[in-house]
């Protein structure tokens, strides 16, 4: 089993609140990922990591942050949430670049 | 563009039929393919995953896949499905071997199973 814990598994939240989604791994990976997924739809890339400071965008483009201070840990900001932000976000992480990606369970993100 | 096709949007099958996921890929050279599977309100699981080497692959949970270099495909098989198999599964390629390589995930088929 994958050592990877997203928190919080659901949140419902006011328009406008700050919000971060956070992500921690237990296996010492380098390589970290944000991805966004809409009900029954694919996976797509907010954002990755390839090691501490280290962060860049994704294949679709988000309004959330992220940061890399810890090899372990990859949180998701969202300084003012909207309605469009209401998805699904899995982080995942993988021990080179050739190596499958470990998910967590998900953040189910409702905006109001 | 690389990109990833998986033509079935949702599959039904009866408990112990055979199942074969159909999953298509666009990339100039050998990628590296991964099929994963997602469970309601779950991350993704590793099914398995191809590199190189024997064409078919085998993985957890019975399933098995065949890359076909000239099909571009690499198609999800199982010989008899358990209901706990209903599930959303996604293929995947990584393309380039870089580090600035990323995966591609396609748009998933759901698999019901029928009782």
């Known amino acids: 089993e994958a050592d990877i814990y997203q928190t919080p598994r659901y949140l419902v939240i006011g328009t406008g609140k700050k919000i971060t989604l956070e992500c921690s791994q237990t296996?010492?990976?380098?390589?970290m990922y944000w991805y966004q997924q809409d009900p029954g739809m694919e996976l797509h890339l907010i954002h990755y990591s390839y090691g501490v400071n280290s962060t860049e965008k994704g294949d679709l483009s988000s309004e959330s942050t992220v940061s890399r201070i810890r090899t372990e840990h990859f949180p998701l900001t969202l300084e003012s949430a909207r309605p469009s932000h209401t998805s699904q976000y899995l982080c995942?992480?993988?021990?080179?670049?050739?190596?499958?990606?470990?998910f967590g369970d998900g953040t189910r993100l409702s905006i109001l | 563009a690389q990109s990833v096709t998986q033509p079935d949007i949702h599959i039904t099958v009866s408990e112990g039929a055979s199942l074969e996921l159909r999953c298509n890929y666009s990339?100039?050279?050998?990628?590296?393919l991964f099929w994963y599977v997602q469970s309601p309100g779950q991350g993704l699981q590793l099914l398995l995953k191809y590199f190189s080497g024997d064409t078919l692959v085998q993985g957890i949970k019975g399933f098995e896949a065949e890359f076909k270099r000239s099909q571009s495909s690499f198609n999800l098989r199982k010989p008899s499905v358990h209901w706990s198999d209903a599930a959303e599964y996604f293929c995947?390629?990584?393309?380039?071997?870089?580090?600035?390589?990323?995966?591609?995930f396609g748009s998933g088929t759901r698999l019901s199973i029928r009782p």
């Open positions: 995942a992480s993988s021990e080179g670049d050739n190596q499958p990606q470990h």
């Open positions: 995947a390629v990584r393309t380039g071997y870089s580090s600035a390589s990323k995966i591609i």
């Open positions: 296996m010492g990976h380098d390589k």
């Open positions: 990339y100039g050279a050998t990628p590296y």
